[in-house]
């Protein structure tokens, strides 16, 4: 009996969005917001977080500066039942923070690194990673202190008998180079959004990108937004359409989509199955402020899911 169904190393902030504000933004005056929220943001403390609220049992390993802000996100990702013992504090370093600034065409996503970008190979307990049955890692391109190492420690998981899946997210530097070609290799399941599938590829469409990531990875997953979602897997491609829902927030639908795709496979369900799931758990988050506020509400999770086919 394995500790974890699934364990992730990676990146934890908050997220602080205003609302309302124009998308075209002078300077020297003072823009108000409609509205403002808080919440648990970063990829990989989304996918944590959400997946805990879906009855997975998660470990997870992050470095966080000992300040209010990260004692607040830590505070939001242990009240879903995630395994923190192994968090690293780093003393004087500031926790990182992102800055959303929704418009009703795009969004502006500021970001301040501080910890976010400072795990490091050495600060992981790679036994504690280890004992789940699946490794997960978002956020490639900003774990910048532990980059160089990424391959070496997506194949310690695989050699101790685990499954992985990654989802690189954007690339800041729009480069797509570093370690991603050296993981890949070790990477059971990619989940990227079609910009991404193409930016990973080099390829100027998507089915180019996907028929080039099939070759190299086991089960390429794209997420599509109000396309909905497809794998593709040898020869086999399977598709979801995605679940029609009145949006709050699209913050982090990408990242709840992984948490249960990622809870449905963990179950043994098929490619369809952990597609049509991931969309409605990606929809589910957008009825919300943020990537978990929704799944915080144990009640409209109930109602939401409820309603639908649960597998």
Wanted: contains cysteine.
């Amino acid at each position: 009996m394995t500790r974890f169904d699934i364990t992730i190393a990676g990146e934890i902030n908050l997220d602080l969005i205003l609302y309302g504000l124009p998308e075209q933004m002078p300077t020297e005056r003072e823009l108000l917001a409609s509205r403002f929220n808080m919440t648990l943001g970063s990829s990989s403390a989304i996918v944590a977080h959400n997946l805990a609220a879906l009855g997975s049992r998660v470990g997870f390993i992050t470095k966080v500066g000992d300040d209010a802000l990260g004692k607040m996100a830590l505070e939001r990702l242990g009240a879903s039942g995630v395994e923190l013992s192994r968090v690293v504090r780093a003393g004087a370093a500031a926790s990182g923070v992102t800055v959303i600034l929704p418009h009703e065409q795009g969004r502006h996503i500021l970001t301040y690194l501080g910890t976010i970008s400072e795990l490091r190979f050495e600060d992981l307990d790679l036994e504690y990673l280890a004992s789940g049955r699946h490794f997960h890692m978002s956020s490639l391109f900003l774990q910048r202190a532990l980059a160089t190492r990424v391959p070496e420690l997506f194949q310690h998981m695989k050699s101790a008998g685990l499954t992985t899946s990654l989802d690189t997210n954007d690339d800041p530097d729009d480069r797509w180079q570093g370690a991603l070609d050296a993981t890949l290799p070790y990477v059971d399941i990619l989940l990227p959004n079609e910009r991404e599938a193409m930016r990973i590829a080099r390829a100027n469409d998507l089915e180019s990108a996907v028929a080039r990531l099939s070759e190299r990875v086991k089960t390429v997953v794209v997420k599509m937004e109000s396309q909905g979602a497809m794998a593709i897997t040898g020869s086999k491609r399977f598709t979801a359409p995605a679940a029609n829902v009145q949006v709050v927030d699209p913050v982090g639908a990408g990242d709840s989509f992984d948490a249960g795709f990622l809870h449905q496979f963990l179950r043994g369900a098929d490619l369809k199955t952990c597609l049509v799931y991931g969309n409605l758990c990606g929809a589910f988050s957008t009825t919300a402020s943020g990537g978990t506020e929704a799944f915080r509400d144990s009640k409209a999770m109930h109602e939401f899911f409820g309603k639908r086919v649960v597998f």
